[in-house]
């Protein structure tokens, strides 16, 4: 019986696909303020069925799903996990994208002057 599921997982995994995103750049609010933004990068490492093929489509949900995080909440362990478990959920359900895993290689979050002075 665990050779026959070794054999299933060992079979999965070949249909796995890699897809790395490096230096994502993102204007997030921070929560202690709404007057100040702060620019998020962000790396990271994704693997699962057609994420490499629909990396257009990851692409747009970590634009949609980042936006709703704050740039604190995402330099807390939960706001890690949480931001993860978002993604996957939303590629699942608006575009059919299974991720099986998220890894996060690079996350720094910057000060940006005041909302005020980014309008011209």
Do not use: W
Not at 22 to 49: N, Q, T
Not at 69 to 97: H, P, Q, W
């Amino acid at each position: 019986m665990k050779k026959i599921c070794l054999v299933f997982i060992f079979c999965a995994s070949l249909f796995a696909q890699k897809l790395e995103i490096d230096e994502f750049v993102a204007d997030l609010y921070s929560k202690k303020s709404k007057k100040f933004s702060k620019k998020i990068h962000i790396s990271l490492l994704l693997s699962g069925r057609d994420v490499d093929d629909s990396s257009y489509k990851v692409i747009d949900a970590l634009n949609v799903i980042i936006g709703s995080f704050s740039a604190d909440d995402l330099l807390t362990s939960k706001g890690k996990e949480a931001f993860k478990k978002a993604l996957m959920r939303y590629c699942s359900s608006k575009y059919s994208v299974e991720i099986d895993e998220i890894y996060i290689k690079k996350i720094f979050v910057a000060n940006f002057p005041k909302v005020e002075q980014m309008v011209l």
